[in-house]
């Protein structure tokens, strides 16, 4: 079954620093989502890569998909408290599921 | 245009009842597809509807049972209630599934609590 492997689990960082999010998948991705989740609530689509070596940006956030497609990570540039919540990638399996990391939870301090 | 709409928002049930949880897609999605959050994970993937057929099952029991309508909106039943079946339920639709350029978009969740 698909397996994808979020890190780190958690994160701190100070307002206006940059940080990346990284999500390793056990077989080739076809497909790469990244959602973010604030507590409680429902999943907000982020990007979506399909191409290996296929990058994405919206706002200060860039996401990548490596050659291999088995890699992607997410950047933030310059976090804000509003970037705080927590992050998910998830991926299509050959079986019609839907498999999600286990997401990484992100706090900026102002 | 309306989202992804989840009905009820909250729930509190006792152990070994039964439970509906409701779901209407975005217009135009024929895809439903449900997950369960527990606190700290990531969702896990229970259901998934595609034109009212099952088209993926995830790994829970058979207590777990769902269906899609004509109109794409879809039910998840879950009987005998443990304990451990606490949680965020989450929805999503998408216009097709599988491999396809079709982001899940999610509704709110129905959080259930059994005591």
């Known amino acids: 079954s698909q397996e994808l492997e979020q890190s780190p689990q958690s994160l701190i960082v100070q307002e206006g620093k940059n940080l990346t999010i990284n999500c390793t998948s056990s077989?080739?991705?076809?497909?790469l989502y990244w959602y973010k989740q604030k507590y409680g609530e429902g999943l907000i689509f982020l990007m979506m890569?399909?191409?290996?070596?296929e990058e994405k940006s919206h706002e200060k956030i860039t996401a990548k998909l490596d050659e291999k497609k088995q890699q992607s990570s997410l950047h933030i540039t310059a976090s804000q408290p509003s970037h705080a919540g927590i992050y998910l990638c998830?991926?299509?399996?050959?079986?019609?599921?839907?498999?999600f990391g286990s997401g990484t939870k992100l706090n900026v301090k102002p | 245009d309306a989202g992804v709409t989840q009905s009820p928002t909250h729930l509190i049930k006792t152990r070994g009842q039964q439970v509906t949880l409701r779901c209407s897609p975005i217009s135009g999605h024929k895809s439903v597809s449900w997950y369960q959050q527990v606190l700290g994970q990531g969702p896990q993937f229970i259901f998934q509807?595609?034109?009212?057929?099952?088209?993926g099952r995830g790994n829970f029991p058979d207590r777990f049972s769902a269906r899609q309508f004509p109109n794409y909106s879809s039910e998840l039943n879950v009987n005998a209630l443990l304990l451990g079946d606490s949680a965020l339920y989450l929805c999503?639709?998408?216009?097709?599934?599988?491999?396809?350029?079709?982001?899940?978009?999610f509704g709110n969740g129905t959080r259930l609590t059994v005591t």
């Open positions: 998830g991926a299509d399996d050959n079986f019609n599921k839907f498999y």
């Open positions: 077989k080739t991705l076809y497909g």
């Open positions: 890569l399909q191409k290996g070596g």
């Open positions: 509807y595609y034109e009212k057929e099952e088209r």
């Open positions: 999503a639709s998408r216009a097709a599934p599988g491999r396809v350029n079709s982001p899940l978009h």
